[in-house]
């Protein structure tokens, strides 16, 4: 299935109907337990327009669903594909980890936070540059930049525009788009978990103490 984009309505309304048929709610009951903190427009009707992502929430009925449901607004979001945020197209991975409460400008590298780029090379940066350097930050335990420092020491360009490059000059197979970008992003994945580990020992060594080495578990993560 093709990885698809969403509005943060979309992924929220979505993410909702999964946790209510997780728990066997019916949309009624959610209601119910809305009109009961003191939402008291919250029908059947309006939990069915919100998980079809016709209906925009306020934060503090946000809050109030995440009562009911006894998790964080952050788990509501779906971890697959992209959330559109204004004209710009994000890794919802990196939208859940902002509502969860990390800083966007390490989500989005300093350079992206503080310098002004054309609005309309937005979605080209945040599709191109942080989707895999997101993902494997995530699974090796490191700050984006770590990932993205990697990737400009072994290539000469980010992780993902490094997968890209590979992509592109591999002869036409029978596998998916999708799943080739997988199979390389795996690859460039396991580099910079080596990289990384290098870089770290070279710079324990300086120091006079031993290195910590990448283990082989945290670089079959990396895949």
């Not at 946790?19 to 066997?24: D, E, F, L, Q, V």
């Not at 607004?73 to 959330?83: A, C, I, K, L, M």
């Not at 509502?99 to 937005?122: I, T, V, W, Y």
């Not at 000469?156 to 525009?161: D, K, W």
Request: proline share 3%; with cysteine; charged share 30%.
């Amino acid at each position: 299935m093709e990885r698809q984009d969403f509005t943060l309505s979309n992924s929220l309304g979505r993410g909702h109907l999964r946790s209510r048929r997780s728990r066997g709610w019916t949309q009624e009951f959610v209601a119910f337990r809305m009109r009961g903190l003191g939402f008291i427009t919250w029908s059947r009707s309006a939990v069915a327009a919100f998980e079809r992502g016709d209906r925009q929430v306020s934060v503090d009925e946000l809050l109030g669903l995440s009562l009911v449901h006894g998790m964080s607004v952050s788990e509501f979001v779906e971890v697959d594909g992209t959330t559109r945020l204004g004209a710009l197209l994000l890794p919802t991975d990196c939208v859940r980890d902002m509502l969860a409460g990390s800083d966007p400008r390490s989500l989005l590298s300093n350079m992206a936070a503080e310098q002004p780029f054309p609005l309309n090379d937005n979605r080209v940066f945040a599709a191109s540059l942080l989707a895999l350097e997101t993902r494997l930050a995530r699974r090796l335990r490191v700050p984006v930049e770590a990932v993205i420092g990697s990737a400009l020491r072994c290539y000469g360009r980010s992780a993902t525009e490094e997968r890209d490059r590979r992509v592109s000059t591999l002869p036409r197979q029978t596998l998916s788009a999708r799943r080739t970008r997988i199979s390389v992003g795996r690859m460039i994945g396991s580099e910079i978990a080596l990289e990384l580990g290098r870089n770290e020992a070279a710079a324990k060594g300086r120091s006079g103490s031993p290195g910590r080495r990448v283990s082989r578990r945290e670089r079959k993560k990396a895949r």
